[in-house]
């Protein structure tokens, strides 16, 4: 792994952080075509949404995702999850409660986090670039800081508090942010909790800067594999991990993407160590099928 190393009920779930001040957040992105959201302007605690429609119980479609990755690398453990937010349903899932270590997708938690300690406001001046540059480049640097400052493994347990996540635990050791576990589910309500439930700004801002990951990662990581690459032609907001946790490499693939980012995709993979320069393409071809499912649902690729 990476390691240099409203509600009053919400606002009291999000205990002390750094003071911030806010602006209107910026949003200017070549891959987001409309960030509009329902119930943008909506803080809500997790009793307050709906938890998706079942898979259907047709699992040729999740059979051929995971043919497709386990061709490229076989044995490689898989879990994905697609929903539909327009329905609300999931179109498409695999071991969606297995639990995967995060690497740099639990910056999605740390970000959330600091909004959510000064009652989602947006900020600005330098913790608006510290957070922008964390999401967008995964740099790992500022999770550290954002870390350490905001109480370590104490970040995770107030998220999963606050967004009501079922299978998501803190590191074993607490400044190995990256081996937070997750599953696919949890990722999906992370997504659906910062695109209906967070004020517009606020939202508007955490996007605007998933939107804005550009290829090569601030360690120097291509990070455009998964959902960039499987899904090059339409529009995306994501935000990736990569890695490893002891004797195993870790590749994840998460994010929105679509139409006014209609769906929400989520792919983790893990396998040895030593197939972590393989990983990147396993999690891509399991993008690719996805994308052909979920255009033959609605038009991925329309607009």
């Given amino acids: 792994m990476k390691h240099p190393l409203v509600l009053v009920t919400v606002a009291l779930l999000c205990v002390a952080g750094v003071g911030l001040a806010f602006s209107a957040p910026i949003v200017s992105d070549a891959h987001r075509s409309s960030l509009t959201t329902t119930h943008g302007n909506q803080l809500a605690t997790e009793t307050d949404f709906d938890s998706p429609a079942p898979a259907p119980p ?7 995702v995971a043919q497709a990755m386990q061709a490229v690398l076989p044995n490689t453990r898989i879990g994905f ?3 539909d937010r327009s329905n609300n349903t999931v179109l498409i899932s695999q071991n969606a409660d297995q639990q995967f270590a995060s690497m740099s997708v639990v910056k999605l938690l740390i970000a959330l986090d600091a909004l959510c300690s000064d009652n989602w406001a947006t900020p600005d001046g330098a913790t608006r670039q510290q957070l922008h540059r964390m999401l967008a480049d995964s740099d790992d640097d500022i999770a550290n800081d954002l870390w350490t400052a905001n109480g370590g493994s104490a970040i995770v347990t107030r998220m999963v508090d606050v967004l009501g996540l079922t299978g998501t635990q803190p590191p074993g ?3 190995r942010w990256g081996d937070t576990m997750i599953t696919p589910r949890d990722i999906v309500t992370v997504y ?11 939202r508007d801002f955490l996007l605007g800067a998933l939107a804005d990951t550009p290829r090569i990662a601030a360690d120097g990581f291509d990070q455009h594999f998964g959902v960039p ?3 090059p032609h ?6 990736q991990g990569w890695g490893t946790s002891g004797s195993q490499a870790m590749m994840n693939s998460t994010g929105l993407v679509g139409t006014d980012l209609r769906y929400i995709v989520v792919v983790l993979a893990a396998a040895p160590a030593n197939s972590y320069t393989t990983l990147p393409k396993v999690v891509t071809a399991g993008a690719e099928a996805l994308a052909g499912m979920i255009d033959n649902n609605a038009g991925l690729f329309s607009g």
Wanted: glycine share 6%.
């Fill in 58 to 64: 047709d699992e040729t479609a999740a059979m051929i």
């Fill in 81 to 83: 999850e697609v929903v």
């Fill in 173 to 175: 050791k607490p400044s």
């Fill in 192 to 202: 659906r909790y910062l695109t209906d439930q967070l004020p517009g700004p606020s």
């Fill in 229 to 231: 690459n499987g899904m």
């Fill in 234 to 239: 339409t529009t995306w907001a994501v935000k």
